[in-house]
């Protein structure tokens, strides 16, 4: 009789990730962090302790954190048994989150890889001679690090900006995670739903075009009037802003921008309204001011679903998931995005960091795109090992 061998969740993302499997062989050989240390500030989340492993096997100390409601203590158990530091425990509060930034930076790393600017504003904040660069994953990071080129003047790529990040994750992955995430969370049906997502760049073109595949009837609100334009083109509707809310069963957010739901919409919400966001941040959604309005009567939450539902004076219920926290890293059970589209982006990862560790970046690649040759390589290796 053959054996039967148990294994967990990480390692079907492991045995999945393809292309980190051949990097972290090569790293092993290479060791390009050799004596250096890499302070990570990102989900703790299975696809992630693949690539955290990755980086160890070429050399690094890895001293890592998580961001805010991401943290899975199945994901931490695995990188402490993989011989990396974490600092990091499943919170919502911002105070417990800063201290273990600030623990992360007090160890001064060489190396910082990013999710969402954290780690850079802290390091700003107490800076140190011995940084080298590093890389920011997403939008919403660039954002906040394009105006902080002068304090960092240090190499930082952002791998968001890389055309295959834009496309693998943002556009096809978000979309479809975001999509799996309603029905994981609410286990309500799309067909014949009005849907209306804020914000029609990579990632709401990609939530948009998820739900009218499941027979949604998508509304598209974009605060620039050409990806409004794009959105009429796609056959979307692009509704005025408050006629989009009034006939929303469900509403997602996808901007980077704070406050796109406010306390202001309460008055167009439809009775029973669903509202997800997907942008990196929770302020997309005004959740205090929405919950503190005094519209509302009553407040519920369902524990295990993280759906708050609020009963208005009138009568109607807005339902809130996840208190406006990424939905597709939060609720039950979350998966986040296809482990290919990671595999992909955590690629770029690794290769941006080898790049500035060999001292190939200069501080004048301070906040700027993946450069073009790393871009070729992963999209030559992902496509060898997919003919
Ligand atoms: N959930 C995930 O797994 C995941 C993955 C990647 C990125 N993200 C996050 O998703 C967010 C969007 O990323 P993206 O790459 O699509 O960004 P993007 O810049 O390509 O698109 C954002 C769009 O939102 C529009 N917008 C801005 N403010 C608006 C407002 N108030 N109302 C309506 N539209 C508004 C912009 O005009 C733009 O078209 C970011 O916060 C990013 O960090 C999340």
Known sequence: MTDRHTKSRIDWVSESCRLLAQIEAEFARTKPFQDLTIG???HLEPKTAVLLRTLHSGGARIVATGNLNSTQPETVRYLLEHGVEVTAEQTIDHEVHDLSLNQIIAEQPDLLLDN?????????????????GGTE?????????????????RPILVINDSPIKQFAENRHAVGQSMFESYMRVTNRSTNGKRVTVFGYGACGRGVAACFRNAHSVVSVVDADPVKALEAHLDGFSTPLRPDAI????VIVTETGAVNVI?????EHFKDGVILMNGGHFPTEIAVGD????????????????EIESLR???????????GGH???????????????????GFALQARCLEYIAQGRATKADCVVPVPNAIDADIANAYLALNR
């Not at 208005?312 to 996840?322: F, N, P, T």
């Not at 990424?326 to 482990?339: C, D, F, K, Q, T």
């Open 137 to 153: 994953e997403t939008t919403s990071g660039r954002m906040r690090l394009e105006p902080m080129r002068a304090e960092l003047q």
């Open 312 to 322: 208005l004076k009138d009568g109607r219920a807005v339902h809130i998931v996840s």
């Open 262 to 266: 406010a306390a202001g919409d309460i």
């Open 326 to 344: 990424m939905a597709n890293l939060a609720g039950p059970r979350p998966l986040g995005n296809s482990i290919e589209s990671m595999d992909l």
């Open 116 to 132: 969402g600017g954290d780690l850079f504003a802290v390091y700003a904040e107490s800076p140190y001679p011995g940084l080298i």
């Open 246 to 249: 009034r006939s929303a069963d």
């Open 290 to 305: 929405l919950t503190d309005s005094a519209m509302v009567v009553r407040r519920d939450q369902f524990e295990e679903l």
């Open 40 to 42: 990570t500030g990102i």
